[in-house]
């Protein structure tokens, strides 16, 4: 603990941590213009400045970590003048058009204009003319720019695409795209919500409402199971469109959180109805009745109780392979680790200085966790190794150690992987002689993973003291998922290691601990954004309209193992799954009723809606809603031999959906609209024989899909990406992600 | 301490005395029933009625009529007077003012303007739809003033008749018409919402030496 002072009040804090932090956690006011909680400070605003007693001129509270004793004054006459000084220097020539500017009304620039009152310029420069960028989603104007360079720093040190850059060159400094002519990057849009000015902005929504015009609702975003934290901006549609409610824009709390661009760019993918059709709904009602109920994890834990009362009163079946996969995974992790939950978090991951993450296209599949590790290496040098069979020129900059495997050989490496971390620990005799059994020559050779990569991971894991180890959804879903589990519940057990398993859709950990699933069969279903004979739909192509993720309120269950609600942005005037429960005799007057009936028993709080938080407010961790509670369970795993490593052999395809893309939910997004196609490197297409551009046909699964042939430079490898977010209700494919395929062309 | 006036004593004003109230000259009331007759036949035989018909007919006879022609003929407005809205453009380039900050639909306290705004072509904000619904419309004057732009003003049109309340909600019906403003028609607006006189005496200008 660190003693001293600001401004003659009493303050202590942990060491290294920085005076502006500390005066902020004390409500003292510092003032700022770059600086970012999430980042390393930018230091080029120099408004920040202090003085401490015993220091020749000002101190920058945002990078001097605070020392014993000292005292530090904030405010006083020649620091005011400094503030002031600084604050000419960035009003001079800044185009004031903050009559249509986007960010007039939550500008810095205009805040702290008015709080140093500068009101004249007093000093000149001659006015050059600067080209507005036209960056895809963003548009950048060289004019309004103060160089603070917070997008910059976040793009590097949190999102990881490194995809800006600052041009120096005095008064004509810029932000450009980074080694290219235009802005290629992942699109997330953190530098438009970083940007204190109206510099970067969302070319969708510039120019089309005011910052004080938009009602803030606080949500959870719906597209994957990070939930992260947002706020849809909603007003009137248009003057045309009478009692109409729009989403204009998302933004988030930036200081502590960060959105990718499906968060920030999807938000339009409400059900609009009209009406209530009662005969769909009695017709539901009797579909509902004959039996069964399939439905997807993208539900709230609200409609999952709903869904599992349902089974309880009516005694239903009900189907979510994916969730049903998820929740066996868990159960078999448990049995070896001895806890229902795994133990990390996206925050232990920021702190980690070591991860290892296996199956999985994390920067498609869950852009959290990439943040996060990104965030790890950049401010905690972690070292990060990346194992899977594509390597992700996303993670580039990131990993420093690529380990490819074989296709289906995860079950081989991921004992390979226990065997290596588990080494000169005490373990069972069973579990000893599991690793003493296992047939090194044969995994290594069938698998690809040689005992030379082994050891590089096993010298990145040395001094470091905080490990995270991150399984994907290609070992959710593998044939033998449960051994995986059950091996990475040992790690979790036995070593320093944290787990976190990601899950593959928004709420299957929310669905996996309240439902009780059921095999599935064939026969009649009801179908609840899934397929089944009678189609409750959120995507607006059932049978009985539902209302989507943004038109409700409930909650979600995050990777986090946070229970976090959502609210609801635009009104819907339909029937919901509620009414449905009503009419079938499992009374409650709003979905949320079920908020605080969620089973206590999985680790849920009897918490009602209305007492959870949404925000971050002035936390600088998430405190939204509450944390699930882990339940020990006996460890009564046993280790099943590793049998021979399944080969795929000709064309395999990997279901994994673009950036940006998740669901029919983002497909429906004016913002994202691309045409779904096969993606696979020249390499691959040499092997298939096909060329850009080819129109192909194949059989994915159980599902025929037609699609078009796309070269991507960007892969490496023989495996092409086939995504799924275009599938409407069949996207929710719960099967191995890879399949070997029989690809035949239909003209081009 | 003075005594605060409790409302008893506002309740008992005495008018009569020491107080600035006075009583105007009038006839006393008829207070018997035979002094009412009395009144009534007076007033009927005195032909009173004809006195004031005789001023008209002196008038008429004379061609020296006072009467406004309305609605042919309409005495000017006072230019601070605030009736129908007007949207101004630049007398250069007859471009339209409204740059569509969104300050007028924000102060507006009945609620009753609205626009739709988008970035056009040239990277610049245009208003697509903008309109005043003039049933709600209190004339209180604030959009005008809030205007950084003098773009709306508060014109003379004060006759709000129409069989639709639609009809008064047009953009282009307040818009000044091009032609007047290309040909400088319009001269520089001096009514509600515009600048005060002698304002450019009060301008700090931005040193330009460089």
Same mark, same amino acid.
């Given at each position: 603990m660190v003693n001293f002072t600001i401004n003659g009040q009493s303050v202590s804090c942990e060491k290294g941590e920085t005076i502006l932090n500390v005066a902020r956690k004390n409500a003292i006011y510092i003032p700022t213009?770059?600086? &970012? !909680?999430?980042?390393?400070?930018?230091? =080029?605003?120099?408004?920040?400045s202090v003085e401490a007693e015993g220091v020749e001129g000002f101190v920058l509270s945002c990078q001097a970590p605070a020392i014993e004793g000292l005292c530090v004054i904030t405010e006083s006459d020649s620091l005011h003048k400094e503030r002031v000084n600084i604050m000419k220097m960035y009003d001079v @020539?800044?185009? &004031?058009?903050c009559g249509v500017c986007?960010?007039?009304?939550?500008?810095d620039l205009q805040n702290k204009t008015l709080e140093f009152n500068?009101?004249? !310029?007093e000093f000149s420069a001659k006015d050059q003319h600067r080209k507005i960028e036209h960056w895809g989603r963003i548009n950048y104007d060289p004019a309004l720019c *103060?160089?603070?360079?917070k997008c910059t720093h976040v793009c590097n040190e949190?999102? #990881?695409?490194?995809?800006i850059d600052l041009y120096f060159g005095?008064?004509?400094s810029k932000v450009i795209p980074k080694n290219s002519e235009t802005l290629d990057c992942t699109f997330c849009g953190e530098c438009i919500s970083v940007?204190?000015? #109206?510099?970067?902005?969302?070319s969708d929504f !510039?120019?089309?409402?005011n910052a004080w015009e938009l009602s803030k609702i606080p949500a959870a975003c719906a597209?994957?199971?990070?939930?992260c934290a947002l706020e849809y901006e909603v007003k009137h549609? =248009? *003057?045309?469109?009478?009692g109409q409610e729009k989403i204009y824009r998302v933004t988030n709390d930036f200081e502590v959180n960060t959105l990718c661009g499906a968060g920030r760019f999807a938000y339009d993918f409400e059900n609009r109805i009209y009406g209530k059709d009662k005969e769909a709904f009695l017709g539901a009602i009797e579909a509902i009745k004959k039996g069964a109920i399939r439905f997807s994890s993208l539900i709230t834990n609200e409609e999952a109780m709903i869904l599992q009362r349902m089974k309880e009163k009516l005694g239903i079946k009900l189907f979510n392979q994916e969730a049903l996969n998820f929740s066996k995974f868990m159960k078999a992790y448990g049995s070896t680790s001895g806890q229902s939950l795994y133990s990390a978090t996206l925050e232990h991951i920021r702190s980690s200085d070591a991860i290892v993450i296996i199956g =999985?296209?994390?920067?498609?599949? @869950?852009p959290a966790v990439r943040y996060a590790m990104t965030t790890a290496a950049r401010h905690k040098g972690a070292r990060i190794t990346y194992m899977h069979p594509i390597e992700d020129a996303l993670m580039q900059n990131t990993a420093k150690q690529y380990v490819k495997y074989e296709v289906g050989a995860e079950e081989g490496v991921m004992a390979l992987l226990a065997k290596t971390l588990l080494e000169g620990k005490t373990l069972d005799s069973e579990i000893s002689a599991f690793f003493a059994e296992l047939d090194l020559g044969y995994l290594e050779a069938e698998s690809n993973v040689g005992d030379e990569e082994m050891m590089q991971l096993k010298k990145n894991l040395t001094r470091t003291k905080k490990r995270t180890l991150i399984l994907g959804a290609d070992l959710i879903a593998h044939a033998k998922a449960e051994n995986i589990a059950r091996l990475a519940g040992l790690i979790e057990k036995h070593t320093e290691f944290k787990v976190m398993i990601v899950a593959p859709s928004t709420n299957t950990l929310g669905v996996s601990l309240i439902c009780d699933l059921d095999e599935e069969s064939e026969g009649y279903a009801v179908g609840y954004n899934a397929r089944g004979e009678f189609v409750l739909s959120s995507f607006g192509e059932g049978d009985l309209d539902m209302p989507s993720l943004n038109q409700q309120e409930g909650t979600f269950t995050t990777i986090d193992k946070r229970v976090v609600p959502t609210n609801v942005a635009l009104p819907y005037n339909g029937y919901v799954l509620n009414d449905l429960a009503n009419a079938l005799g499992?009374?409650?007057?709003?979905?949320?009723?079920?908020t605080s009936q969620?089973?206590? =028993?999985? #680790?849920?709080?009897?918490?009602?809606?209305?007492?959870?938080?949404?925000r971050y407010g002035?936390?600088?961790?998430?405190?939204r809603g509450y944390e699930l509670k882990s339940i020990e369970v006996t460890c009564d795993g046993v280790l099943s031999s590793v049998d021979e490593l399944p080969e795929f052999n000709g064309t395999v395809l990997y279901a994994c959906n673009p950036?940006? !893309?998740?669901t029919p939910n983002t497909q429906k997004a004016h913002q994202l609209e691309e045409e779904a196609c096969l993606r696979g490197s020249e390499q691959f297409a040499i092997a298939a024989k096909l060329s850009d551009g080819d129109r192909v046909e194949f059989d994915f699964g159980t599902l025929r899909q037609k699609r078009i042939f796309k070269i991507d430079t960007a892969l490496k490898g023989t495996i092409a990406l086939n995504p799924?977010?275009?599938?409407?209700?069949?996207?929710m494919v719960s099967s191995y992600r890879y399949q070997s395929v029989k690809i035949s062309k239909v003209g081009s | 301490m003075r005594k605060l006036p409790s409302l008893q004593d506002f309740k008992d004003?005495?008018?009569?005395? +020491?107080?600035?109230y006075y009583n105007i000259d009038g006839e006393a009331y008829p207070e018997t029933g035979w002094a009412q007759f009395k009144q009534v036949v007076t007033r009927t035989f005195r032909l009173e009625l004809f006195v004031g018909l005789w001023v008209v007919l002196r008038e008429m006879f004379k061609f020296n009529i006072h009467t406004v022609q309305y609605p042919a003929e309409k005495l000017p407005i006072g230019p601070r007077y605030r009736a129908v809205h007007e949207m101004q453009r630049l007398?250069?380039? +007859?471009?339209?003012?409204?740059?569509?900050?969104g300050l007028c639909e924000k102060i507006c306290i009945s609620d009753c303007i609205r626009m739709d705004t988008k970035i056009d072509e040239n990277s610049r904000k245009a208003v697509t739809e903008y309109t005043i619904n003039l049933g709600r419309?209190?004339?209180?004057g604030y959009c005008a003033e809030v205007c950084p732009e003098l773009a709306i003003v508060h014109g003379g049109r004060y006759e709000n008749v129409?069989?639709?309340?639609?009809?008064?909600?047009g953009f282009e019906d307040m818009l000044t018409p091009l032609d007047m403003a290309i040909s400088g028609k319009v001269a520089e607006y001096p009514g509600f919402g515009a600048v005060t006189p002698h304002e450019d005496e009060r301008v700090k200008v931005t040193p330009l030496a460089y």
């Open positions: 213009m770059c600086y &970012l !909680q999430k980042t390393t400070p930018c230091a =080029s605003c120099r408004l920040c @020539n800044h185009p &004031l058009e986007d960010k007039s009304g939550a500008c500068v009101g004249t !310029q *103060i160089l603070c360079e949190v999102i #990881g695409d490194d995809a005095g008064y004509g940007c204190p000015v #109206g510099a970067l902005v969302s !510039q120019y089309t409402a597209h994957c199971s990070a939930a549609e =248009s *003057i045309d469109a009478i =999985s296209r994390i920067a498609t599949d @869950n499992i009374r409650a007057e709003y979905t949320i009723d079920y969620l089973p206590y =028993s999985v #680790g849920f709080e009897c918490n009602a809606f209305d007492t959870l938080n949404a002035n936390a600088i961790k998430d405190s950036v940006l !893309q998740f799924a977010y275009d599938l409407g209700l069949a996207a | 004003r005495n008018v009569a005395e +020491g107080s600035s007398w250069e380039s +007859g471009t339209e003012r409204c740059i569509g900050c419309c209190i004339f209180c129409s069989e639709q309340r639609a009809h008064y909600i």
